[in-house]
């Protein structure tokens, strides 16, 4: 697990766990998605530079397991999935394009992986907060793979939001922070470059 190896020095050093909020404390007013593409610090950064979305939270969502930490989580014995918690305004972007820019920044073709991170933690996966979302984003995942778009099938998890537990405060605006940390500077930023030319129309 790269991610692991290049931060935990410092992750020993924050020790306090995430807390939970629930689909209803989230803000009825604004809607979101919930997915986990592998690392949170990647997939967040991708989504800060979109137009049309207002907030971006790193979390934990789809474990046994209350009030986790990062600590418990790089051990992959929680069942919990690194994800991102995105606020969007849908007069300005729609929630398929939202997906479409998901499966495009990260590979979600390789089982509890993403690169060197491996583990059930870094697993593909979309936590629907209705029916809607559930339906277009199993939609999506079936023109994709009719489209052959990645040459193998698509292995994202979809399934009910449970629980979202909020990561700790540290690894909010992760790369923004610390752009020169070991590791955003060999993945996240390589990862936002590519987004950011691929997807320029899309950009704040």
Known sequence: MLRSWLFRGSAMQHPSSGS????????????????????????????LDVRGVVSVESGYCGGKTNNPDYESICSGTTGHAEVVRIGFNPQLIDLKTLYQIFFATHDPTTLNRQGYDVGTQYRSA?????????????????????????????????????????????????????????YCVGVVAPKVAKFRKQFASYLK
Do not use: M
């Open 20 to 47: 939970e909020t629930s689909q209803t404390q989230v803000g009825s007013e604004v809607p979101h998605i919930v997915v986990g593409g592998g690392c949170f610090w990647c997939t967040e950064a991708v989504f």
């Open 126 to 182: 979309i936590f629907t907060v209705n029916d809607e979302q559930a339906r277009l984003a199993k939609a999506l995942v079936s023109e994709l793979n009719n489209a052959g778009t990645f040459g193998a099938p698509i292995v994202t998890e979809i399934v009910a939001l449970e629980r979202f537990w909020v990561a700790e405060a540290y690894h909010q605006n992760y790369f923004a922070r610390n752009p020169f940390q070991g």
